[in-house]
């Protein structure tokens, strides 16, 4: 078989099998070899490779050695001469205007040359500007010369300053060359025989599997990774803002109950119970068990009378409470509920210590799908309570708790809300979509919420909410929304999407 119809691996490897056995026991060089069987280097090298695969067949010590090998720009000169010797050649007995010469190929590097050699002399007084003339009849290209001996493997028969030279000039690179000295195994033979990687039921069925070669296991291997899960992007995301909530000393509230009373939902946080996010076309109601039976009833009463008839220097809403109205079972319309009860509970405490409360957790609204809407989503809620707190701790807090996200363009608009006066909304500047976006919700909760729980007068809460699903908090906390989802999003459709809560 001819080495130019060898291309197939097992043909390969039994040429260069064969090739060994003439070479007799002091082994063969990969080089040689693969010049012998008009073969590239890196061909034999595969074949050297899979023939150590199949065991003690060969023993192959790598080798590394280093040689001169020519630049495509010294390939070129071998071919058609140096530079300078095609500006000597390229210059007439009358001259030659530099400007021309120098729009030649080889006219720059070519004339430099040449005259530092004074192959060529300048005449700057020539009548039409600067002239090149031949300063010598004929030339010697010995650039041309020392490059052919390179290419015919004689790089060492050159001096080290004319190699260094050529070096310089880019047309010689010195080159490291991993090669094999291939001497014979203790299995050698000149035929390969393929090695089996499967021992299948019917190889054992019949017995072939005991005249059969097996490749050798490889215990080293890693393997195949096996196909698992991913945790989902909003869990990243509120994993994100967990971490950021614990960085500034905040302590995590429990949030496992979705089934709340109006009375934490609503009636806790003073917001009036004809109020209509309380009606059932914002709130799911549940129908079993429909109501609540266990409140502290002291508190109750002291929220009662906020409502109807005032106190603490506010006269109230000045309307009927009812407690069946306060009973009503429902899902979580905000985790504020759950806010609601911590607060009554550090307020039971014999002495008051501030505190800062947080919580990630599922909500629900009783809305009409669409493309802006779900009936739940996650809400992030931060809470601080300590004497004399102001809004100006607020917007403090809050810049510190963006910045951490990575949000620093902010702006704060005044609000309303039931229960916080004041109250902002925050917007961030969103550089994907070119405009300002809001992103969260926030104020200090009333004294008609705060002192019916038994918090001293001089006890201020601040807080704020926001929506984790919301896209801007995604691109903020994660980095990048593309990298997220795992694949290209179009931000104003995901900010415009079912993802998004604009009533966070």
């Known amino acids: 078989m001819s080495p130019a119809m060898a291309t197939d691996g097992p043909a390969l490897a039994e040429l260069l099998l064969q090739r060994l056995e003439r070479a007799g026991g002091g082994g063969l060089g990969s080089l040689e070899a693969a010049a012998a069987l008009g073969l590239e280097h890196q061909q034999l090298v595969g074949a050297v490779k899979s023939l150590q695969a199949l065991g003690e067949v060969i023993e192959a010590e790598q080798r590394s050695s280093k040689r001169w090998e020519l630049t495509p720009e010294g390939k070129e000169i071998v071919q058609e001469g140096s530079h300078e010797a095609r500006v000597f050649d390229s210059i007439p007995a009358e001259g030659l205007p530099q400007s021309e010469l120098m729009k030649l190929p080889s006219g720059k590097v070519g004339f430099s040359k040449a005259m530092s050699s004074k192959w060529v002399r300048l005449d700057k007084n020539a009548d039409g500007g600067p002239r090149v003339f031949r300063a010598v009849e004929s030339v010697q290209d010995s650039v041309r010369e020392k490059l052919q001996l390179v290419q015919q493997g004689e790089a060492e028969s050159l001096e080290e300053k004319d190699r260094n030279e050529l070096k310089k000039r880019k047309l010689l690179m010195e080159v490291i060359i991993k090669t094999y000295w291939i001497r014979k195994g203790s299995a050698f033979s000149t035929t390969v025989t393929r090695q089996e990687t499967d021992l299948t039921p019917e190889m054992l069925a019949s017995g072939s599997w005991r005249d059969l070669k097996f490749k050798p296991y490889n215990f080293e291997a890693l393997g195949i990774m096996p196909e698992s899960g991913h945790l989902h992007p909003l869990l990243k995301v509120r994993t994100q803002f967990r971490q950021i909530f614990l960085e500034m000393g905040f302590t995590e509230m429990p949030t496992n109950n979705f089934i709340e009373s109006s009375f934490w939902n609503f009636d806790a946080l003073f917001q009036p119970q004809q109020h209509p996010a309380r ?185 704020w909410g926001l929506s984790l699903e919301r896209p801007t908090m995604i691109k903020y906390g994660i980095n990048n929304i593309r990298e997220l989802v795992g694949h290209k999003v179009n931000l104003q459709m995901v900010y415009d999407g079912p993802l998004c809560r604009l009533d966070a």
């Open 279 to 463: 009606d059932q076309h914002d709130t799911f109601f549940l129908q079993d068990p429909a109501e609540a039976t266990d409140f502290p009833m002291d508190y109750l009463k002291r929220v009662k009378k906020i409502h109807s008839q005032g106190g603490y220097g506010s006269q109230g809403y000045k309307y009927d409470w009812k407690l069946e109205e306060a009973r009503k079972n429902l899902l979580r319309t905000h985790t504020t509920a759950v806010s609601a009860r911590m607060l009554y509970r550090l307020a039971q405490q014999e002495k008051f210590t501030p505190a800062k409360y947080f919580s990630i957790d599922r909500v629900f609204r009783n809305e009409t799908l669409d493309a802006t809407h779900l009936a739940e989503f996650h809400q992030i809620e931060g809470v601080v309570a300590d004497y004399g707190l102001t809004l100006g701790d607020l917007m403090g807090t809050l810049r510190e708790f963006f910045t951490k996200l990575g949000i620093s363009q902010l702006r704060f608009k005044p609000a309303y809300n039931p229960y916080t006066e004041p109250s902002m909304e925050v917007f961030s500047y969103h550089r994907g979509l070119q405009k300002w976006v809001e992103v969260g919700n926030s104020g200090i909760f009333r004294p008609e919420m705060l002192l019916p729980m038994g918090l001293p007068e001089g006890v201020s809460v601040i807080a």
